[in-house]
């Protein structure tokens, strides 16, 4: 389960089916940034982006 404004959040999918938290985190982090802009497109505004850590090696996403 991730957080999301305080409350958990099932996955869309299983790491089984390509689902990442890194990736998913950063989509967010993205369409957070074009709101943000979208509103007030001169107001300064902060992003902290943590990426998933990683334990295994065999949790990382295949590459092409």
């Keep these: 389960m991730a957080l999301s404004y305080n409350h958990q959040v ?3 999918a ?5 689902y990442h ?3 998913d985190l950063a989509q967010r982090a ?3 940034i074009g709101d943000a ?3 007030d497109p001169d107001k300064p505004f902060f992003t ?3 990426r998933a850590r990683l334990t295994r090696l065999t949790k990382c ?3 092409g």
């Design 30 to 32: 993205i369409e957070f």
């Design 37 to 39: 802009k979208q509103v």
């Design 21 to 23: 938290l890194t990736e």
């Design 48 to 50: 902290h982006f943590c």
């Design 10 to 12: 099932k996955p869309p």
């Design 14 to 18: 299983t790491p089984e089916e390509g």
């Design 61 to 63: 996403p295949k590459s």
